[in-house]
């Protein structure tokens, strides 16, 4: 259209528009391609910043009997033209004053640890049973791993009291074969908690695990065999390396979820079972502390989220050092 | 009434927001979104009170007074008639959580309880936030057959030492102890039996609070706010401190079950916590007019008397108890006789500094650290 405006015969300015014209669709086509990183952005913008800033503002913030219950981050009386901005740090203070919140923390960790530890020792094995299965049943038994999610996840972890319990399905059966006369204990202390978690987040160590493991060409392994390797040389050396990204995946499926827990430990769970989860829902319930329930959330999100970035800078390094 | 989280409180939260969406307040209200405790109407209630107005009730439960402040006090639930104990009622007026009553559209409320209305003003001056539904008090339930194996004949069940003394718990360790699993229950029964005020907030008296639930702490199987229930109706447990209507809910469902389990209920001669239940309106609630008109409903005698006649909780209606039945008007431990109802006190607000040192000292408990 540019070009159709331009005097024939004008050939610098015909030129001129050319260029320019080029240089129109060049930006165009960059921001089509900013349009479509943008919309991922804007997602987490959304969801993940916005609210991030909201308990952030919260957690510099003092309790007071009003709705909402916490000090107004920004002051503005009538007449001044700027507010005043009101920030109070004693919630952070607080939780290094009581080593209850770092213990929480810690237990929290360990027990999220040793579930995905759990998780991918009971996992690894499925998934690549279920790779190396011809299609037509593999399609079955990834709808049978899937297949838990159609029950109501409470439901899921309900029953297992029904399951643990002293008078429960395994102490029965185990009573009635005789194989022990006093019911196991194994409801409500961390045993169970394990149980539960494992159980629940199982599918989210799987499924990815199946993604890497499936692609992997055999043919790698047939060579290692001709190469003299035995099947478990060959696991280890071909088959884990290889299925790596699945394996990171799938631990920080499970272990990210699983640190801030609560609706496992608390029905699954022993009085004693401390978990970060629990003590959030004490600030934030018991206690009507929104700051101190948002500067434990802050502090949790921090503990989870820099060594996964620093653990995710490293792999990029790694891979482009592969490169 | 307080506790922990229960699966029908958190089933119940998607339902409630799906069925507001914000219609505009006025007088042709034609649904009531209704949030009350588990268990806690007559089953016929909803059906009568719908009919009669044209109303549709959406009516949802929870079974912790923590849950539902925590919502409230996020604004905009949806709901139009909520029900909190009176020991939270009072700050959450002074948060402004509640608006007032239109008492011109209440003309029951002249059937309440004079005596109990009386003992409301120390939390809601005037009567003008709320109506007090139903009442209880905490104690001991207990299976009977287990317990006097353990402790013979004269085994104190009616006395808090079958729970709160050492060296009686350590005997029933085996058979299964529960406590309600929240310290606004438990601190000012044991500050009682320790011939401390309850209403004390003095460090002091938390520490030996504190020491003392520490030694019973070992015998104590779990800390649970409903699990109770079906635990003592099944004989998983033998004794639990509970609340009265719950305890009998769990010897229905016993005696229903056949088993020869047989629960009992006592108020502790040393007294106990006497609370009220109280119904009132969010500030910020949707459908005023057909809420007023659900109180009303509720403060009818034969109305109020079928509800206590389902959930055996006492009722705050003076003018329900010819339709109550006979057992449970004449039972002891739920309209408790004179001289048993004077030592009961009232569940009191405490301070925010107060109950963060008092959640704390409960988590020791449990956890022991």
Known sequence: ???????????????????????????????GRTGVIALPYAWLFVFFFVPFVIVAKISLAQMVLQRPPYTAFLLWPDGQTWPTIQVFWSNYAWLLQDPLYWIAYLNSLKIALVSTVLCLLVGYPIAYGIARTPATVRTLLLLMVILPFWTSFLLRVYAWI?????????????????????????????????????????????????????????????????????????????????????????????????????????????????????????????NRDWPVASAVTIVLILVLVIPIVILQRQQVKAQEALE | MTATLRISTALAVAGVLAATAATPASAQDKTLNVYNWSDYIHEDTIPMFEEEFGIEVNYDVYDSNAVLEGKLMAGNTGYDIVVPTSGFFQRQIQAGLYQKL?????????????????????????????????????????????????????????????????????????????????????????????????????????????????????????????????????????????????????????????????????????????????????ADAPHPDAAHKWLNFNMRPKIAAQNTNYVWYPTANAAAEKYIDDEILNNPSIYPPPEIKDKLFVDVPNSAQYRRLRTRSWTSVKTGL
């Open chain 1, 162 to 286: 029904g399951i643990l319990k002293q008078k429960g399905l395994i102490n029965a059966a185990l009573m009635s074969l005789g194989i022990i006369d006093q019911p196991l204990d194994m409801l409500h202390n961390d045993f169970s908690v394990y149980v539960g978690i494992v159980y629940s987040y199982l599918p989210f160590m799987i499924l990815p695990l199946y993604a890497t493991l499936e692609k992997l060409d055999v043919s790698l392994l047939e060579a290692a065999e001709d190469l003299g390797a035995r099947p478990i040389r060959a696991f280890f050396t071909v088959t884990v390396p290889l299925s790596l990204p699945g394996i990171l995946a799938g631990s920080m499926l499970v272990f990210i979820p699983a640190v801030g827990e609560f609706v496992i430990p608390s029905l699954l769970g022993g009085p004693d079972t401390l978990m970060i989860g629990k003590i959030l829902w004490n600030e934030f319930f018991s």
């Open chain 2, 102 to 282: 239109d008492k011109s559209k209440l003309d029951n409320m002249k059937h309440l309880d004079d005596g109990i209305m009386q003992r409301m003003q120390r939390f809601d001056p005037g009567n003008q936030y709320g109506i007090p539904y139903m009442w209880g008090t905490n104690g001991i339930g207990y299976n009977v057959n287990m317990v006097a194996e353990r402790l013979g004949e004269d085994a104190p069940t009616n006395s808090w030492d079958l729970l709160f003394d050492p060296d009686v718990v350590s005997k029933l360790s085996d058979c299964g102890v529960a406590l309600l699993d929240s310290p606004t229950e438990v601190y000012p029964l044991v500050k009682h039996y320790l011939g401390i005020d309850p209403e004390s907030e003095d460090p002091a008296d938390l520490k030996k609070v504190e020491a003392h639930l520490k030694k019973i702490r070992p015998h104590v199987k779990y800390f649970h706010s409903s699990q109770y229930i079906n635990d003592l109706a099944n004989g998983d447990i033998c004794v639990a401190l509970g609340w009265s209507g719950d305890v009998y809910i769990a010897q229905s469902r016993a005696s229903e079950a056949g088993q020869g389990v047989e629960v009992a209920y006592t108020i502790p001669k040393e007294g106990t916590v006497q609370w009220f239940d109280i119904m009132a309106i969010p």
């Open chain 1, 1 to 31: 259209m540019t070009e159709a405006t331009a005097k024939p015969g004008d050939a610098t300015a015909l030129a001129r528009l050319r260029t320019a014209a080029r240089a129109l669709a060049r930006r165009l086509s960059v921001d």
